[in-house]
């Protein structure tokens, strides 16, 4: 069965680094588009960022765009987020998530918790 | 940006009565939106695609209906287990694929 398990969440200061990841097994995860989507506490889903299949195409939410970097290494079939210069409102449930075929998401990881705070 | 609007905020329902939920796109996304189901402590769960499409295993009370920009998530007859949040999202073309704000379907 498809499983996505996130790691690397924790509590890190403003203005500093930290890299999520999200093993997947359980499919072939070179063939599917990938998403980050993240929710901060008692708020609804917000979209953040995809890539293609190959990671030869990414595309970033506003929120994120130029801080947080998507990737992905499928030789590990791992999914990344490079999250730099994290800021309080970062502060969320950040998920991994499956593109599915016929398109939006159909598999999702049980989320990781990013917290910033001095 | 597309954006997803989401009404109403909050539906209050009698088990065993039927729930309109409304999603409405600042644009066209033809027949592109998924309906997600969510419960406190877990990720969403997807029900809907294809606008009208039922996910593998979801009960047939849920229905979706709708395109271009106006959407409806019909559950017939609620149960117990269907109180919790909802949200639409659009995947027309490549991400942004935003999401809609949510509705909270509670027991009446």
């Known amino acids: 069965q498809v499983q996505l398990v996130e790691s690397g969440g924790g509590v890190v200061q403003p203005g500093r680094s930290l890299r999520l990841s999200c093993a997947a097994s359980g499919f072939t995860f070179s063939s599917y588009g990938m998403h980050w989507v993240r929710q901060a506490p008692g708020k609804g889903l917000e979209w953040m960022a995809s890539i293609s299949y190959d990671g030869s195409n990414k595309v970033h939410g506003d929120s994120v765009k130029g801080r947080f970097t998507i990737s992905r290494d499928n030789s590990k079939s791992t999914l990344y987020l490079q999250m730099n210069s994290l800021r309080v409102e970062d502060t969320a449930v950040y998920f991994c998530?499956?593109?599915?075929?016929?398109?939006?998401?159909?598999?999702w990881g049980q989320g990781t918790l990013v917290t910033v705070s001095s | 940006e597309i954006v997803m609007t989401q009404s109403p905020g909050t539906l209050s329902v009698s088990p065993g009565e039927r729930a309109t939920l409304s999603c409405r796109a600042s644009q066209s996304v033809s027949s592109n939106l998924a309906w997600y189901q969510q419960k406190p402590g877990q990720p969403p769960r997807l029900l809907i695609y294809?606008?009208?499409t039922r996910a593998t295993g979801i009960p047939a009370r849920f229905s979706g209906s709708g395109s271009g920009t106006e959407f409806t998530l019909t559950i017939s007859s609620l149960q117990s287990e269907d109180f919790a949040v909802y949200y639409c999202?659009?995947?027309?073309?490549?991400?942004?694929?935003?999401f809609g704000q949510g509705t909270k379907v509670e027991i009446k």
């Open positions: 999202q659009h995947y027309n073309n490549w991400p942004p694929w935003t």
């Open positions: 998530a499956k593109w599915a075929t016929p398109g939006g998401i159909d598999y």
């Open positions: 294809g606008a009208s």
